[in-house]
């Protein structure tokens, strides 16, 4: 099972990748990163994404409404559940921005980010791999 230093370097093998990052959206710290930022500034591309992700982390239009008996109260459906949200993407003219949740055994903020390059990125396959790659990555 991959660390998050062979996870971005699989996650750059993608056709397009222009670079990629792990980061904790609570903290919006980079756990680690890759290739290219869309500015030049890794750290302030985590933060700035990780503001992304949380919004729709918490966003509940997002979450599953509880039904049935075994339904929990919100505070308690909340509490180490992972985010409803699998993924964000977000299109700009030039690339792709890719922000994959990492669901864990503990209680996990952490989303993989993928920069593509639009003309040579392939969106469909990046996902489909990000996803795969996500459910491997062992955070230590």
């Given at each position: 099972?991959?660390g998050?230093?062979e996870?971005?370097?699989e996650?750059m093998?993608?056709?397009?990748?222009?670079?990629?990052?792990?980061v904790?959206?609570?903290s919006?710290?980079?756990?680690?990163t890759?290739?290219?930022?869309?500015?030049?500034?890794h750290e302030a591309?985590a933060a700035?994404t990780?503001?992304?992700?949380?919004?729709?982390?918490?966003?509940?239009?997002?979450?599953?409404?509880?039904?049935?008996?075994?339904?929990a109260?919100?505070?308690e459906?909340?509490?180490g559940?992972p985010?409803?949200?699998?993924?964000?993407i977000v299109t700009?003219?030039?690339?792709?921005h890719?922000l994959?949740?990492?669901?864990?055994s503990?209680?996990s903020s952490?989303f993989?980010?993928l920069?593509?390059?639009?003309?040579?990125?392939?969106?469909?396959?990046?996902?489909?791999r990000?996803g795969?790659?996500a459910e491997?990555?062992?955070l230590?």
């Open positions: 099972m991959p998050i230093d996870c971005l370097l996650v093998r993608l056709p397009g990748a222009r670079g990629a990052a792990v904790d959206w609570t919006g710290l980079a756990l680690g890759i290739g290219e930022s869309p500015h030049g500034d591309t700035e990780a503001e992304v992700a949380r919004m729709a982390a918490e966003q509940p239009a997002f979450a599953p409404e509880p039904t049935g008996p075994s339904a109260a919100p505070d459906a909340a509490a559940a985010p409803p949200v699998e993924d964000v700009t003219r030039a690339g792709y890719i994959r949740f990492v669901e864990t503990f209680d952490v993989v980010h920069w593509l390059d639009r003309a040579e990125g392939n969106l469909a396959l990046a996902r489909i990000l795969e790659m491997r990555l062992v230590a």
